[in-house]
């Protein structure tokens, strides 16, 4: 039984942020798009929960923020890291944006829902739930849709552009033969939650010690916390068994000592792999890497989903009318490397930096550990934590929304 075809202008491969912002802004612009996404629900645990201030003006230009900002959320103002019995503030997110002065907290699964939302307001979006691209059309050496993988069977989508959004381990990114450059990382993460009282610090710490480090975010009722490991040590750390580790939270931030034993179960830990890379050429006629899929970035910072988002307003304001107007071209996807590319090389550049002057020297530490140098630095000079905290959280060169809504909501 031949599969099932569909024609649209854009097909868009992954509903994570840079998908779903790419479809609710080239619907909104007129495009015919087509989402597809693996999954049946948003609901993925220990993903990137941040939504920095240069996304929260993209949506106060598409007169959402305020609307987002009514779900449960936490505002972050500043960054503080502990290290050999130093205090040292390190970013303060009052310089980042004059109107949003603060990285808000929220849970992924709620961002994309309220994307998908708003996106399905106008008549070209659709969204197809449970529905995995796993491979690429390819015509007279362009690529002309994607081949996916429904519950009910495989559908091909025809599209003049599609796009893959679909995540560091890119399908469509791998059979489009697109080269891949690792810039490396000498870190893995340990993703677990512990409560959080109320008494407990407000805003993003940091904690150097000994062959240690770790973050805590504060997610309103817990702690989501980021225990940093050396690269490949999973296995040594599981070997060393949950007491050990316990102990190594506890050593850390003393403040959660008596919460750390309601760690039960290595069950309850995720492994994130870390990888910096970037795609050398993020095209090919009529196909586009966007976020993860062209970038990857280290959990340093925060700042992969600004980046993802940041493509995908860059993607629109470039490819939205001449896809609409049938006049897309290659170089019109040339010219979106061309604007992401030096913003994505310098934050993955300062990520290799704090990983590898900052991280990796404290975790060969088996001594108190005193605070690096830049950390002690920053915490001197306001103008520095002021810029820090720009870098975080606007970027190296914040999109803005230039193509107009040419379309009323439709549904």
Request: aromatic fraction near 6%.
């Amino acid at each position: 039984m031949a599969a099932q075809e569909f024609s649209v202008q854009c097909c868009i491969a992954g509903g994570g942020p840079a998908g779903m912002m790419a479809g609710l802004l080239l619907a909104r612009a007129g495009v015919e798009v087509l989402v597809v996404e693996k999954h049946a629900d948003f609901l993925r645990d220990f993903r990137g929960d941040t939504i920095h201030p240069s996304t929260l003006e993209i949506l106060h230009d598409l007169r959402l923020a305020d609307m987002l900002l009514k779900l449960p959320h936490q505002k972050v103002r500043a960054l503080t890291f502990h290290a050999g019995g130093q205090t040292l503030p390190i970013a303060e997110f009052d310089a980042a944006s004059a109107r949003f002065p603060y990285v808000a907290i929220m849970p992924q699964w709620d961002f994309l829902n309220f994307l998908a939302r708003e996106a399905a307001r106008y008549v070209p979006f659709n969204l197809i739930m449970e529905a995995e691209a796993t491979g690429i059309i390819e015509e007279n050496g362009r690529i002309a849709g994607a081949r996916v993988m429904t519950g009910g069977g495989e559908i091909v989508v025809r599209a003049d552009l599609t796009i893959a959004a679909d995540g560091r381990r890119s399908v469509l990114r791998e059979q489009a033969g697109l080269k891949v450059t690792e810039s490396g990382a000498p870190i893995d993460v340990l993703w677990f939650r512990l409560p959080r009282a109320k008494d407990d610090p407000e805003d993003i710490a940091g904690y150097l010690g000994a062959g240690e480090a770790m973050v805590a975010i504060n997610r309103g009722d817990y702690w989501q916390c980021a225990f940093i490991i050396p690269k490949g040590a999973n296995e040594a750390v599981r070997a060393r068994g949950l007491p050990a580790f316990r102990r190594g939270i506890e050593t850390l931030a003393p403040f959660l000592r008596k919460r750390a034993k309601d760690l039960k179960s290595w069950d309850e830990v995720k492994l994130l792999t870390v990888t910096v890379d970037r795609l050398v050429q993020w095209y090919r006629p009529g196909f586009l890497c966007i976020g993860d899929a062209a970038h990857a970035m280290s959990p340093v910072g925060g700042v992969g989903i600004n980046l993802a988002i940041q493509d995908a307003v860059a993607a629109t304001n470039i490819v939205a009318v001449p896809l609409r107007e049938g006049r897309l071209t290659t170089e019109h996807l040339r010219a979106l490397q061309h604007r992401r590319e030096l913003p994505t090389r310098i934050t993955q550049l300062l990520q290799v930096f704090v990983q590898n002057r900052i991280l990796r020297p404290v975790l060969r530490e088996r001594r108190e550990v005193r605070a690096p140098f830049p950390m002690r630095i920053a915490a001197r000079l306001p103008w520095l934590r002021r810029k820090i905290a720009t870098m975080v959280g606007s970027g190296i060169r914040p999109e803005r929304v230039e193509t107009r809504a040419r379309r009323p909501p439709g549904r």
